[in-house]
């Protein structure tokens, strides 16, 4: 068979054909050469013997053509016959008459929810004298404007073929093309996929998505490692098909992960952004979060609201309308102008922690939501409330299943440097938190202060979650000593405080200061200094002020005077200047973009530049105007890839940026620029780093093209490395796919090798031992290594070349017996070396 072809290249040409609707002769001249067809199933294309007329292979007919439909389009090819698995496909003869289209068209009405305007042409082919015909479907792409997937509307006829009479599919499934097989919608991973552009992935595409915009918090404000819940995301995403529900609520107790499991949510909808939403809004009315894991307080950015109207003029500044405007008229008035200006910022928006709000507010923002939300204006609340919304709009978080459990155990008692408990143990501390992650904490602070797992958990078993929390926390604040009772008092009347200030409100000297910090510290009542201001600064989580606003009198006996005096300290401080400035540049930025979109431009810009020249060194508005410029009508390129550069030279590190900025460096054709952004990208290690290996990867193939010789092969040789790296991310969720590509280089590598004289055959060895330690442990590679041993002993005519091959059979021989489970073919290939 000729196999003289780039699946990649394959790939790509059949998609261009799903796009413009190729008839079955186009399709069969990619995919059928030499006498036999391209030796690959693939995410586009599927081989088919025959369709018979039962309800069975009408059902997977069904799933087939729905699972293409939600993927990106593809063929299906009947009149093609598996020989050897994955390996070889042939033509044969079949009865075309058995594909009544009529037939499929009125099943697919039947049983999806969506109109799949298929189409179904035939050829014929031939090997010899015989002559074959071909049947193909094609599947057209699902419009990127229909969001929502096409999913069953009932549940198939049984399968008589089955003993057990399985359903080939149920009611409410999706289905989707993975590689070379049609999968049902599961893991959040698989919304993601369906929400997606669905833009094919191949080596050869250089441009990337620009990530969305957002204002999320720092992740380790949040969580340090998130741990499970893989149901309740995969509901989040399946609810963004939801027609009818624009608002859902994450509702449980303290404690059980709430907010945690909102901001991954946005993690993983920044990764995958569905088509139609341009940003993520979160708003808060939190501001301290413990992170046990982190050993940490964290004080949060200034809250975001604090009642219903501060919430309506919070969404209303994100909105770019004019809040100080607006916080003078009526509640209506705000709400009218909200309902005209949502719609322009197609927004997922977080709404966090709403139950520390009175119940008549909690309830009225959750339904001003409700009343604003649209197809894509979407609100995520949390609250410790359920409210008496149903269960299609609530979602309640419980503890963690106990799988997740025992990793979050695991992972928190190395933390703490705590010694393992026992099974027994855990499943009591288990049962005592109902599996939440932040009452576990609490009992591995008693730990830390002395308790047993046993005594930690006998205290803590059958209570309340915030009681427990509330119990701990209280008897290790009346546990401390009488000047640390006094400096965590002066700490919560400040609410955040310098060690300068606390000093002079304690009237403690330098050294015993100290100290008290310290113990504040070792029993987690008090965040980590931070640098702020050339000064360390304090602060006590919320929970530890409600502890303490009920036992004041208890820590200090002049608690009255001290509140007095410090708050006759704080008078006359005055923060608006710096607020006023982050409220301008966030206007300025909202207003461009605003105008940007009702083609504005000249406005947009302006607006940018005219702030600008009062801070001309901030990153964020660099940003924005380096943006406008690229979304321009006519981008000037080359200016905003400057200005790109001078955001980043000035601290700015969103991953927007570096997304514009490769995506300039590719429109202008830098090669090395694309290469140049991308090691950057790596080096911020809150990047994902699979994404930025893989473009990196992109770059150094494109730049190979461009080159001879060894400086090809290294090109080649770096992608493949950087690859490797994708491949090795747990967070990369398209492994098979890179690991083909991978392949794909690999297979290039060898025949430039083979193909070029310039390089010798020991170098050539080299390269393909390299391409070994990638992980490319195929036959393939190894006997093509092999090869060269071969060659290279060949050529060999003095001693020292002669050395040199028994040095390499020796090596190749070590990396055989270094694989886990080499098969026969591998030893067979193993050198008899004569010393």
């Known amino acids: 068979m000729n196999t003289e072809y780039s699946i990649s290249e394959i790939k790509s040409s059949i998609y261009e054909c799903i796009k413009k609707g190729a008839s079955a002769p186009e399709i069969m001249s990619l995919l059928f050469l030499g006498n036999q067809f391209v030796s690959k199933e693939s995410a586009l ?12 292979s009408l059902s997977k007919v069904i799933k087939q053509i729905s699972s293409f439909y939600n993927s990106h389009g593809g063929y299906l090819i009947y009149g093609v016959q598996e020989i050897v698995k994955d390996k070889k496909f042939i033509p044969v003869s079949i009865d075309l008459e058995k594909i009544n289209i009529a037939q499929i068209r009125s099943l697919l009405s039947n049983y999806l929810d969506k109109t799949v305007d298929f189409s179904y042409t035939e050829t014929t082919i031939s090997i010899g004298s015989n002559e074959f015909n071909i049947g193909v479907i094609h599947i057209p792409k699902r419009d990127k404007e229909d969001r929502s997937p096409a999913k069953m509307i009932k549940n198939s006829k049984n399968n008589q073929s089955t003993p057990d009479k399985k359903l080939i599919f149920n009611e409410n499934d999706v289905y989707f093309r993975k590689l070379d097989e049609c999968k049902k919608a599961v893991y959040s991973e698989d919304w993601q996929f369906l929400f997606s552009s669905r833009e094919l ?5 250089k441009q990337i998505n620009i990530t969305i915009d957002h204002n999320l918090p720092d992740k380790k404000m949040i969580f340090s490692d998130f741990v499970g819940r893989k149901d309740t995301l995969s509901q989040l995403w399946e609810w963004l098909s939801d027609p009818f529900e624009y608002t859902k609520i994450l509702a449980g107790d303290g404690g059980k992960g709430k907010t945690s499991i909102a901001y991954r949510f946005c993690q993983d909808f920044l990764e995958s952004t569905p088509i139609g939403f341009e ?16 050993d940490s307080f964290y004080e949060l950015r200034q809250v975001d609201f604090s009642d219903y109207n501060s919430f309506l003029l919070a969404l209303a500044e994100y909105c770019a309308l004019d809040t100080d405007e607006l916080e003078s008229t009526s509640i209506q008035n705000i709400k009218i102008k909200l309902r005209s200006a949502l719609p322009i910022f197609p927004s997922l928006i977080i709404v966090d922690n709403v139950d520390s709000l009175e119940q008549k507010e909690q309830l009225q923002i959750v339904d001003a939501c409700r009343q604003f939300g649209q197809n894509n204006i979407r609100f995520l609340i949390t609250t410790r409330n359920r409210f008496s919304y149903s269960d299609d709009s609530c979602i309640e978080i419980r503890g963690l299943e106990k799988d997740d459990y025992e990793e979050f155990l695991d992972s928190n008692v190395i933390k703490y440097n705590l010694q393992k408990p026992t099974n027994r143990q855990a499943q009591n501390i288990y049962s005592a938190t109902d599996g939440s992650p932040l009452l576990t904490q609490s009992i591995l602070r008693l730990c830390r202060l002395g308790d047993s797992f046993d005594s930690a958990v006998t205290e803590w078993k059958g ?12 008897r290790e604040i009346m546990g401390l000593s009488f000047d640390s009772k006094r400096v965590i008092l002066c700490i919560f009347y400040f609410d955040s405080c310098s060690k300068t200030e606390l000093q002079q409100a304690c009237g403690f000297g330098k050294l015993r200061l100290n100290d008290v910090l310290m113990e504040l510290h070792s029993l987690f009542l008090v965040n980590a200094p931070k640098f702020i201001d050339n000064e360390d600064r304090f602060s006590i989580s919320t929970t530890t002020k409600l502890i303490i606003k009920g036992i004041q009198e208890k820590l200090a006996t002049d608690h009255a005077k001290l509140k007095s005096n410090i708050q006759k300290s704080r008078l006359g401080l005055n923060t608006t200047g710096k607020k006023g400035n982050t409220k301008r540049i966030g206007l300025a930025i909202s207003q461009a973009i605003a105008l940007m979109k009702e083609d504005r431009e000249p406005e947009a810009i302006k607006t940018i530049t005219t702030e600008l020249q009062r801070q001309p060194q901030n990153s964020d508005l660099l940003l924005a105007h ?17 200005i790109l550069r001078s955001a980043y030279d000035n601290g700015q590190d969103k991953e927007m940026l570096f997304d514009f900025w490769y995506n300039c460096e590719n429109i202008l054709g830098s090669t090395a620029g694309e290469i140049e952004v991308s090691k950057i990208a790596l080096s911020i290690d809150k990047f994902k780093i699979y994404k930025w290996s893989y473009y990196l990867a992109k770059s150094l193939v494109f730049r190979s093209s461009l080159r001879t010789g060894v400086d090809k092969i290294t090109d080649l040789t770096d992608a493949s490395i950087y690859l490797s790296k994708a491949i090795k991310d747990p967070q990369n969720k398209n492994k098979d796919e890179h690991k083909s590509e991978s392949n794909e280089i690999h297979n290039l590598i060898w025949k430039n090798l083979e193909n070029d004289m310039s390089i010798s055959w020991v170098q050539s060895y080299n390269f393909m031992m390299e391409l070994v330690d990638h992980g490319d442990i195929r036959a393939f590679i190894f006997k093509n290594a092999h090869r060269c041993i071969l060659e290279a002993e060949s050529e060999a005519k003095t001693q020292r070349a002669k050395l040199q091959v028994i040095k390499l059979k020796d090596r190749f021989n070590k990396s055989i017996k270094s694989l886990r489970k080499p098969n026969a073919s591998l030893k067979d290939l193993s050198f008899e070396i004569n010393e």
Do not use: H
């Open 279 to 294: 940003r993520i809004v979160w708003l808060s009315a939190k501001d301290k979060q413990f992170s046990g894991i982190d």
């Open 201 to 205: 992935t191949l080596l050869k595409t």
């Open 45 to 56: 294309w599927d081989y088919k013997y025959e369709l018979e007329n039962d309800d069975a």
């Open 463 to 474: 209570q309340a979650g915030e009681d427990a929390r509330s119990a701990a926390l209280q």
């Open 626 to 642: 380096a943006r406008c410029i690229i979304q321009s009508r006519k981008p000037d390129y080359e200016e905003a890839r400057k």
